[in-house]
Antibody, heavy 121, light 110 residues
């Protein structure tokens, strides 16, 4: 079964750090563009960051640039999101998502269940 | 980048058709044929319904169709069914490896 499973979310104080992980199974991670998408409670979807198949290109939404870092380990079939200098507005459910094979940066066919990040004192 | 504009709500009776719009700019919707649509039921992860403006992934009913004209993309749901009641989000490639989502539309089946 093709699956993405996120972990690493939790409660963190403003200014703190957190590392999210995403374990992929049922497919070869190295074939696909991967992305993190977040959804604040009761709000819409927001694209956060993506990473090319070989890890050579990484792109971020302006609001997280210089604070978040996306990475991947194709040998371990895993994706990560390192989050630093966290703010209250980063509070959201974070989804790990797989890009469709023909439009990897722009459409996502497999979604994890999400991991919740809460930034609060 | 600014979010794409969607109506907050839409509705229709079973069997009817409903169209949800998604308006952007020439930098995103109008400039690329990479518009996608997602369906999200409460408490669930989003599901890809349409990609590259009008392509349907395997398993998505052909009652769902997508189109684009200028800076506005549209999702049409024909033959509305109760299970179509959900939130719908559009997204578009915005250049420079970036993506932007719409604010979402709550579809109600009357």
């Amino acid at each position: 079964e093709v699956q993405l499973v996120e972990s690493g979310g939790g409660l963190v104080q403003p200014g703190g750090s957190l590392r999210l992980s995403c374990a992929a199974s049922g497919f070869t991670l190295s074939t696909y563009y991967m992305t993190w998408v977040r959804q604040a409670p009761g709000k819409g979807l927001e694209w956060v960051a993506n990473i090319k198949q070989d890890g050579t290109e990484k792109t971020y939404v302006d609001s997280v640039k210089d604070r978040f870092s996306i990475s991947r380990d194709n040998a371990k079939n895993s994706l990560s999101l390192e989050m630093n200098s966290l703010r209250a507005e980063d509070t959201a459910l974070y989804y790990c998502v797989r890009g469709v094979i023909t439009a990897g940066r722009s459409a996502f066919d497999i979604w994890g269940q999400g991991t919740m990040v809460t930034v609060s004192s | 980048q600014s979010a794409l504009t969607q109506p907050p709500s839409a509705s229709g009776s079973p069997g009817q058709s409903v169209t949800i719009s998604c308006t952007g700019t020439s930098s995103d919707v109008g400039g690329h044929n990479y518009v996608s649509w997602y369906q999200q039921h409460p408490g669930k992860a989003p599901k890809l319904m349409i990609y590259e403006v009008s392509k349907r992934p395997s398993g998505v009913p052909d009652r769902f169709s997508g189109s684009k004209s200028g800076n506005t993309a549209s999702l049409t749901v024909s033959g509305l069914q109760a299970e179509d009641e959900a939130d719908y989000y559009c997204s578009s490639y915005a250049g420079s490896n970036k993506l932007v989502f719409g604010g979402g539309t709550k579809l109600t089946v009357l």
